[in-house]
Structures are given as C-alpha cells and as structure tokens.
C-alpha cells in the first residue's frame, strides 16, 4: 500500500467509494468522499440500526475475551455450526468451530476448493485496554481496602477514575475446579470505583503533565471501605471471598480477574446514529466477521474467522496471533484432507496460495481535534471501511490492494483510506503475525472516535459496511 497521496487528483478521485446504493459506487470528488447517510435509502439505514441493536447486545456480554468467546460459541450454535474433531475432513459447505483455550477461536465455513489450494483468513481480536488484579490484588490503605491492579493495552490512566467498574472473569482453584466471577453489570451489583481528587484539592496534581496525573500504578479501585466489627477491612474482604466464591487467598494468584467499564452501550446524538460502548476495539471487528459468517453460503476457499486475544500486549501467549495455533490448524485440516499423503511442503504452498484480511478499528477524525490527522488521508465516521496505507514496509502489495479494492466494488462497500500524519501516531494489528507465514494479509477496518478509552464511539453505518467487506472478501471469486 505505498500509493502515495501526491499523484494527486486521479489517486484521490480513487481514494474511496461512496454507496449510492443500489447503483454503482461513484467516486469521491476531488478527494472529499459523502457520508455513507447521505444517499442511503430507508431500507438501508434500517438495516444498520438494526444492526447496531444487535452489536449494542453483543457487547453488552462480551466485556472480555473470555466472554466474547462464550457468547460467540453460543451464537453459533444456535446457527448450526458445530465443534469441529480432529481428523474431520472439511467439505463445501460445512460450518465448524475450534476455539483454543477458551480465550481465542475460529469459525470454519468449507469451501469449493481444497484446502491444499488455500485459504481465506479473516483476523480480528477480542481483548481490549483494561485493568487487571494482581497476583496479590488487595491492600489496606486509610481504612479502605483497594484492589492492586496492572493494566492490559494502552490507556490514559486519567480516564478510568471516577466511573464504575465490573469484576469480571475465572479463579482456577488446584483441584481443576473454576469459579465464575461476574460483579457489577447488573442493575443491581456493586460497582468498583477509583476515587480521583476533587479541584479543591488537586492544585499540585494539575500541575503535572497528562500522563503523570495519574499513575498507572495508582490504579486501584475501592473494594471495601472500615472494619467490619473487630475484622480490619482487608482482612473482612479475603472472607467475604470465602464465604461467597469458596476460593482461598492463594486462588488469587492462578485468577484472571479484569475490571471494566460497567457502562451500557447507549445510542449517540438525537439522531441516534453513533453508539457509545466499551470495547469496540476490536470486538467491532469481530462482530462484523462473525455477522458475515453467519450469512455466508460456500465461499470459493474455505473462510478462517479467527478471533485472537492479546493484540492489546503484543500478540503475546499462547492465545494471541503469535501462536502457531492457526497455521496448526490449517496443517490439521490439510492432514484431514490428505491422509497418509500428507507432507509438511502442502502447508507452507496452502499459505503461499491463502488470502488474510486483518481487521482493527483506527482512531476516526476527531471534531474537537482535527489537526491530529493530515485530512486528505484521513478516516471518517460513517465514510465505510479504512484501508490502512501506513508505509514505512507496513502495507499491502499493491497487487492485492487492488484485489481488495475489486472485491469491496464488487459489492458496492463503501471505503476510504487511512494513514497516520506522519510521524505523529501509530499502532499494531494482527497482520504482520499472518504475513509471518508468507500469507498475502492487508489491514482495514473502520474509524472509531476515542479508542482505547472506558467508552467509544462508532458510526453505525460503518458496523454495516464492515460486516459487507468482510463478506466481500470471503466471497470474491477472482
């Protein structure tokens, strides 16, 4: 993807597509694109409504990977796709699902060819910023007990005081046994909260830079506030965990225990055509991915929907895109198709010959701050799907952007291009992890205002351009 934005007006003019649906997409004008609102029919806007109703639910359950994964498992057996065995030979036509370790997974739709003639990728993931407990989480301080958390991804610490937070996740105990965790999501639950200085107290603390207001290892949220009796109050919260979950303080250190925004998604603006949620990256990726498999027919390849944990650390883990667990898993469908025939060669040629879209939101023109973009390559809300142009080695073969870019008109999916003002912004996805293995992989995904924050904010009719462009990419028969 190294185009470059000075060939000018024809590069511009191809820049992105704007749907006038259902006529053919017409080309941006002089580099300024039309909202996908602009000329979208009643029909058509109903649609990403409904949609966005839907994503609004989905998100309200899936807070974390863990429970992305469960909510994902149960919607798609409900559709008929079933667990996939091992040495199961993949046939057109067949939905399946392999998940991996509970915290990444993968919808199988067979397709017309072979699995030796490639793949479909489609890579997404599920985790997002977050505060997680320590191994030792509780500590005593001015007759309080605070939660001592760490923080997953990147976040302006600021931002997570003074809002409410649920305690989500697992306790492992020795025995193999699993306690669920799950306090502050409904109606009813306590919340956490990290208590922040009023103004009438806190002239020393503005006085310091953004990232020094608060520090990251000042994060801890209210668990339990004085003594209860003769018990001092951290003391009282170890047995209140014994009496309520029968879990030990020594269970603590084999738990993942995250604390999120407690916070519903709620429709934006009187037209009510944004919503605001925590955890759109990237789980509005894996929404539109899991929506474009579920309405699949047979796609030419057979179409991998991955969705991995651990982007927001690095792709770390034996859950995150660093794993070898897709490419295994292209190796055991292979072996299933081949039997006794099958040779290591057949893997790397079926990747050579395989196809990878990476999938994450990017931050969205800001109107409170514009100038963080160069505006000719800037992403906006309600404008379709991003593909990402960040140079610098990070981009596409220009073969398989244009690839893309017939795929996605083919359809009539409203796109644009994005890339960073140079020097100034940057960020990882999980394509350099498929283009390891010799995978063609591009990155797009959709723009989204104020990421990586407690509450986010997407277009909804960008939620249903990206769920067409996935189904765009999977079905493209070229």
């Known amino acids: 993807m190294t185009i470059r934005p000075t060939l000018g007006a024809a590069f511009l003019a ?21 909202s996908a609102w602009k000329d979208a029919s009643d029909a058509t806007a109903k649609t990403a409504m409904d949609l966005a109703d839907e994503y ?20 798609v057996e409900r559709l008929g796709f079933k667990e996939w065995k091992q040495d199961q030979r993949i046939k057109a036509g067949d939905r399946y699902y392999v998940h991996n370790r509970g915290r990444a997974f993968t919808l199988i739709v067979g397709g017309r060819e072979p699995v030796s003639k490639g793949v479909r990728i489609v890579a997404s993931h599920i985790d997002s910023p977050r505060l997680e ?42 025995d193999g046994s699993v306690v669920e965790v799950s306090l502050g999501l409904k109606a009813d639950d306590p919340i956490f909260i990290i ?120 792709n770390v883990n034996v859950t995150g895109a660093s794993s070898t667990f897709l490419t295994d898993f292209v190796g055991e469908l292979l072996y299933a198709e081949k039997g006794s025939d099958y040779r290591h060669p057949m893997l790397t040629r079926a990747l050579t010959a395989s196809k990878a879209l990476s999938i994450d939101v990017n931050p969205g023109v800001n109107p409170m701050n514009p100038g963080a973009w160069e505006l000719t390559n800037a992403p906006r809300l309600g404008f379709g799907v991003n593909i990402k142009l960040y140079g610098r080695g990070f981009n596409a073969n220009s073969e398989f952007i244009a690839w893309t870019r017939a795929a996605l008109d083919e359809r009539k999916v409203a796109w644009q291009t994005t890339t960073y003002k140079v020097g100034r912004a940057g960020g990882g996805t999980l394509g350099s992890e498929l283009a390891h293995y010799n995978i063609d992989t591009i990155d797009f995904g ?33």
């Open 133 to 174: 407990l320590k191994g030792r989480p509780i500590d005593n301080a001015q007759g309080f007990a605070l939660f001592q958390t760490n923080y997953h991804g990147g976040i302006k610490t600021y931002q997570w005081t003074n809002i409410p937070l649920a305690l989500v996740g697992r306790i492992d105990r020795k």
């Open 14 to 34: 191809a820049a992105c597509l704007i749907p006038t649906l259902p006529s053919v997409a017409a080309p941006c004008a002089q580099g300024t694109c039309d």
């Open 446 to 478: 959709v723009p989204v205002l104020s990421i990586h924050t407690p509450y986010a904010v997407s277009d909804k009719m960008d939620v249903l351009a990206l769920k067409d462009g996935v189904a765009a990419f999977l079905s493209y028969s070229r």
């Open 195 to 314: 208590p922040d200085l009023s103004p009438h107290t806190a002239r020393d603390q503005m006085k310091r830079s953004a990232s020094e207001v608060v520090a990251h290892e000042d994060l801890d949220p209210l668990a339990a506030s004085g003594p209860h009796g003769k018990t001092p109050v951290a003391e009282w919260v170890f047995e209140h965990l014994k009496a309520t979950y029968n879990v030990e303080a020594a269970d603590l250190v084999s738990a993942e225990l995250s604390l999120v925004p407690a916070l519903a998604p709620r429709d934006v603006g009187f037209d009510r055509r944004l919503l605001a949620a925590y955890g759109q990256d990237d789980r509005l990726g894996a929404f539109a991915s899991l929506k474009a498999a579920a309405e699949m027919g047979t796609p030419p390849n057979t179409a991998l929907i991955h969705f991995a944990d651990n982007e927001e650390s690095g």
């Open 56 to 75: 609004a639910r989905f998100l309200s359950e899936a807070r974390t990977e863990l429970l992305t994964v469960s909510t994902i498992q149960q919607q």
